[in-house]
């Protein structure tokens, strides 16, 4: 049988068709040859076209790999336009849950869209700048993400946090100083192990201590940079990384080179296989693992973030110095450097940071640039990238004060809206007072130079440009200063200007130009004594108001320049007792006429010392005693404009109290005359008192005008320092019935008190660290208190064009009202007016 198969075999191939051959036919009858010719022809191919074929698989690779640069560069030069560079102050008590709360919500806000599978979706940059003195912490937002949004999202996470936005700029300049040559040392920081196995997350303290400690040993001209870039992780990128983990739960390398090696060189598992039966089970092998893969599912259930982590040092140093000095300052760097990179050693547990050097770093640094990373989860970036826990960081600074929102109601512009400023947190909008919740006045308190004048100021502008009456005192100067030139013109006959410094006659405002002598000369008694009280006695009263009584029995206007003629000279007081009918009153000239020389002059040496250190002040005995009143308080209450410049520098510190008193006194005498009218027909008038605590001298409290003030419509509006200026029992009353409470940066003793009023959205803190021009406010809204909240007063309005007409025209003699000013064109540059 098998000899006639060998025969058939060799005859067959002559019988059949030339059709029948092929590669099939040429195998079956040589499959050695077959192979042979195969591989010649193949060896032939590969030596004719290999050549070719390399070259344009390297140049296809090549063009490719450019291709993907360009487009990655296109891509990130489209988030670097118009990117902003958000600067964070921490507020004092940073919560640890703060940052996870804000990657979770920059999670949705930067999730990439389907259309981000070929160019990368947008990232952040979370950035640690130190050097010697500082620490400073930045977040870098691409241009198409919108930084008011981010701003919002850090201030949600860490309430009173504070941010400011600017147009982004590399960390370190691209180029050295002129003269200089900077050097760098630093790397990037990666994960050892797979990203599918978490870092370490729960901290009993900051983890970022040993971060921000590392700089205490720069020098002058060295700083450290440390730059967290994230973006959430596409569905492809977190596919893999899936990929990876269940190749990790099963004991193989997750990455594509090590399943290969492990291929070819089969080496036991590092995972527990199946025990046979009987076999004993490895405890420490399970454990270890089952608590890996609780770890792995942890992480891989949440959102995740691609992340990039990057640092370096540069120091400038002078070209001039020599080799030894620049090696000197380069292993410096290296050892900071070192140093930077183990402060992330805490974030050690299943998976850890290893530092890998970096070529061309300052660039990479400097673009912020986010190509590809490794997956972190929510927690771990928190862990990495977060506010400072430790209220005590070195260098950090602080937020100064938490921003609060007006509530709903507040009222904004309109008529009868007295504004205070701007709101300093969301969209910015105008925030006022309706003038009938003024009427429960308003206490201003601050240290010297946070804003309180200005403040005063405006609202006087908005009630001079209502047409509303106002009467402002200021032993300072500066305020009627500022407010005079910003008056409208339709005011100018209206306003009264008394100015200690101006060389025009003033008005006069005589206190004893009043029908009712009693009257008149209880409130000028009272403020004397009140002034003078630490010398002055039941004897020296007695002598006044028995001399003022006098005076008022006389025909025409009574002086106070008549006063010392009336104690010294004989024949001018025989004359004036000759007109005196009240018994009481001519027993006390009696009595006093019996005394010697020697005596009259020791018992009226301490009120006639006090009269001629007023009276030899040429402004104050023009104002006082020139004749009779040229001002109607009635009149300026109604509709009119009395501005009273006292400053304490020109007059002295009793004699400003003085005038300042006594124009007090007589316009609560005009709002008290209000009660001839029904409450509808009394307009509104308010009366501003900076630096109210030089007032309090009146022949009344001042508790009882914040008490009955609101039925005549007078709205007081009184502005000092802190609350030890002030006696006890008025603290109390200004606490009950001023109700408006206006709050500038305050010292922490006051703040301690304060915080009652501003509970629970402002605290103590809060208070005694606000900043320039910032003010919390509790207002009164439509007769009820609302929550406290915070904003920034605005500069006050440039001079009006009209203002030299103003300041210079003279109406015409009394009764009109005076207006006399000097010219003040040049207004102090206001640092929050932008150049």
């Not at 008394?498 to 009257?519: C, G, I, K, Y």
Request: hydrophobic share 40%.
């Amino acid at each position: 049988m098998l000899r006639r198969f060998l025969i058939t075999v060799r005859v067959w191939p002559s019988a059949r068709s030339p059709a029948a051959s092929g590669p099939l036919h040429d195998f079956l009858r040589d499959p050695a040859g077959s192979w042979h010719t195969l591989l010649n022809h193949l060896g032939n191919t590969m030596t004719t076209w290999a050549p070719t074929a390399a070259t344009g698989l390297a140049a296809g690779a090549v063009l490719l790999r450019l291709g993907r640069a360009w487009q990655q560069h296109q891509a990130h030069q489209r988030l670097a336009r118009g990117a902003q560079l958000i600067t964070v102050l921490p507020p004092p008590d940073a919560s640890p849950d703060g940052a996870s709360a804000l990657w979770a919500h920059l999670t949705g806000l930067l999730r990439p869209a389907r259309h981000h599978l070929l160019l990368p979706g947008p990232h952040l940059s979370w950035e640690y700048l130190l050097d010697r003195d500082a620490v400073r912490i930045r977040l870098w937002v691409p241009g198409s993400t919108p930084p008011d949004t981010v701003e919002r999202a850090v201030e949600a996470a860490w309430p009173g946090a504070r941010t400011r936005a600017r147009p982004a700029a590399p960390p370190h300049p691209t180029a050295a100083p002129s003269g200089y040559r900077r050097y760098a040392a630093g790397g990037e920081l990666r994960l050892a192990r797979s990203d599918a196995l978490p870092l370490r997350t729960d901290f009993t303290t900051d983890p970022l201590r040993a971060l921000l400690g590392a700089p205490t040993g720069l020098s002058d001209g060295e700083e450290a940079v440390v730059q967290v870039l994230a973006r959430p992780a596409t569905g492809r990128r977190v596919a893999r990384t899936r990929r990876a983990a269940r190749h990790l739960q099963a004991g193989h390398a997750t990455h594509p080179l090590g399943r290969l090696l492990d291929a070819l060189t089969p080496a036991q598992p590092s995972r527990p296989r199946p025990r046979p039966a009987g076999a004993a089970l490895d405890h420490q092998t399970a454990l270890a693992a089952s608590v890996q893969d609780r770890a792995i599912t942890a992480k891989l259930r949440g959102p995740l973030y691609e992340t990039c982590l990057r640092y370096i040092l540069t120091a400038s140093v002078p070209a001039a110095v020599g080799a030894e000095e620049r090696r000197q300052v380069q292993a410096r760097l290296h050892v900071q450097a070192r140093a930077l990179a183990a402060a992330f050693a805490i974030f050690t547990e299943h998976n850890h940071y290893h530092s890998i050097r970096s070529h061309r770093l300052l660039p990479r640094l400097t673009q912020r640039r986010l190509t590809r990373g490794q997956l972190l989860s929510t927690p771990e970036l928190a862990a990495v990238a977060h506010l400072p826990w430790d209220v005590a960081a070195p260098g950090l600074e602080r937020a100064p004060a938490k921003a609060v929102p007006p509530p709903p109601g507040t009222p904004a512009t309109g008529e009868g809206i007295k504004l205070l400023g701007v709101s300093d947190t969301g969209p910015p909008r105008s925030v006022g007072l309706h003038v009938t919740d003024t009427r429960h006045h308003i206490h201003i308190l601050g240290a010297t130079g946070a804003g309180k004048s200005e403040l005063i100021a405006r609202l006087a502008l908005s009630d001079a440009d209502a047409g509303r009456g106002l009467l402002v005192i200021d032993p300072k100067g500066d305020l009627v200063t500022d407010l005079l030139p910003r008056l409208p013109a339709h005011r100018a006959a209206t306003t009264i200007l008394f100015d200690a410094d101006s060389l025009a006659p003033p008005p006069v405002l005589n206190p004893l130009d009043h029908r009712e002598a009693a009257r008149s000369v209880d409130h000028v008694v009272s403020v004397f004594a009140r002034i003078y009280a630490a010398s002055w006695g039941p004897r020296t009263d007695d002598i006044l108001r028995a001399a003022l009584l006098t005076l008022h029995a006389q025909p025409g206007t009574p002086l106070l320049t008549d006063l010392p003629r009336l104690l010294a000279d004989p024949a001018f007081r025989r004359r004036a007792t000759a007109q005196v009918r009240d018994p009481v009153l001519r027993g006390f000239w009696a009595w006093y006429g019996q005394l010697s020389d020697p005596a009259r002059a020791q018992i009226t040496a301490p009120l006639l010392n006090k009269l001629r250190g007023l009276l030899l002040r040429p402004f104050v005995r023009a104002v006082l005693a020139d004749g009779p009143s040229t001002v109607s308080m009635d009149t300026v209450l109604d509709g009119g404009i009395c501005l009273v410049r006292i400053p304490q520098s020109t007059l002295g510190a009793d004699t400003a109290h003085l005038i300042g008193s006594l124009t007090v006194a007589a316009a609560w005498q005009a709002a008290t005359r209000r009660t001839r009218h029904p409450p509808g027909q009394r307009p509104d008038a308010a009366l501003y008192l900076d630096e109210a605590h030089h007032f309090l001298h009146l022949p009344y409290p001042l508790e009882m005008l914040l008490a009955e003030a609101r039925g005549y419509h007078l709205s007081l509006t009184l502005a000092h320092q802190y609350l030890s200026q002030l006696p006890h029992d008025l603290e109390e009353a200004i606490s009950t019935n001023a109700r408006t409470k206006v709050f500038f940066n305050v010292s922490p003793e006051d703040a301690h008190h304060l915080a009652r009023h501003t509970l629970p959205r402002l605290n103590e803190y809060d208070l005694s660290h606000l900043g320039r021009f910032q003010a919390v406010v509790r207002p009164v809204l439509y007769g009820a208190e609302a929550p406290a909240f915070t904003l920034r007063t605005e500069p006050l309005p440039p001079p009006r064009s009209d203002h030299a007409r103003i300041s210079t025209v003279r109406p015409a003699p009394c009764p009109r009202p005076v207006v006399l000013a000097k010219d003040q064109d040049v207004v102090p540059a206001d640092p929050r007016r932008a150049p």
